[in-house]
């Protein structure tokens, strides 16, 4: 049996404190000598479907962020295999306290050497689902040190819920960074990671990363799930339309949220 299906053992003081926090880093979640096949392939779909041809310095503070593709799972049978992962699914679904999660899509986020930072945002500002049983994988596919751009978590910020319509800008940092000092979250620390550690955290969660000041590309995969069972939520920012136009096409407000695009992993 592939490792992509064999179950990943969660303690109970691991989900109480994903619970609490509504983010936790867990090593070892790709087992490192089963990397290199499934980084490798989405290494070079990521790179095939890449639309940004823009230098550095022509882009905004999103687009300085990150190079982003999506849906690599539909592109490479290899990708597919780590996108719909059982060993990932499953702790998804452990750490909200669901039966089964369905995936809403992946994406490959890469800081490039020199990219900017990643603002202050909330994820589910972007998803157009009725639930606070979201959560995102995220796991570098190479050895990330601080500096190259790790993520940072607002310690608590999920039980507020979705704090209004701020998209990833610099809008977004200077009102979220100065609610999270207002609020006096804890700050997670930005920690190394190896290629196969992955963080997971909740669709509400604030989080934001540093720039990546070093000569080497940060490659991330991420994936995003939610439980089986949610509806369409209002499509009240432009954002989350064009997304129900991506990923949920063709269903409307309190329909079940589930698609071709969207099985249950």
Not at 1 to 12: E, I, Q, R
Not at 51 to 73: C, H, P, V
Not at 99 to 125: C, I, M, N, S
Not at 219 to 230: K, L, N, P, R
């Amino acid at each position: 049996m592939s490792v992509l299906n064999h179950s990943y053992d969660l303690t109970t003081e691991q989900i109480d404190a994903y619970r609490k926090d509504g983010h936790i880093l867990l090593r070892d979640v790709l087992p490192t000598e089963h990397t290199a096949t499934y980084c490798d392939a989405i290494l070079e779909t990521a790179t095939q479907h890449n639309r940004e041809s823009r230098d550095l310095s022509e882009r905004d503070t999103y687009g300085k962020a990150f190079l982003q593709t999506m849906n690599l799972w539909r592109h490479d049978e290899t990708v597919k295999a780590f996108v719909l992962a059982k060993r990932f699914a499953g702790i998804a679904a452990a750490l909200m306290g669901v039966e089964r999660v369905r995936l809403y899509h992946d994406q490959a986020l890469f800081k490039e050497a020199g990219g900017g930072f990643t603002p202050w945002h909330q994820d589910q500002h972007y998803w157009p689902l009725a639930t606070d049983d979201t959560i995102t994988m995220w796991m570098p596919l190479v050895d990330v040190t601080q500096d190259m751009g790790t993520l940072q978590f607002a310690s608590g910020s999920h039980a507020g819920g979705y704090l209004g319509d701020m998209p990833i800008s610099d809008e977004s940092q200077a009102k979220l960074e100065a609610f999270v000092k207002e609020k006096g979250f804890g700050l997670s620390p930005v920690e190394a990671m190896q290629a196969g550690d992955a963080t997971f955290h909740s669709g509400w969660t604030l989080h934001a990363a540093g720039g990546n000041s070093t000569g080497h590309m940060r490659s991330v995969m991420t994936i995003i799930y939610y439980a089986d069972g949610t509806t369409v939520a209002p499509l009240d920012n432009q954002n989350r339309i064009h997304d129900r136009d991506t990923w949920l096409p063709g269903l409307h407000e309190g329909q079940l949220a589930a698609t071709e695009l969207n099985p249950i992993v």
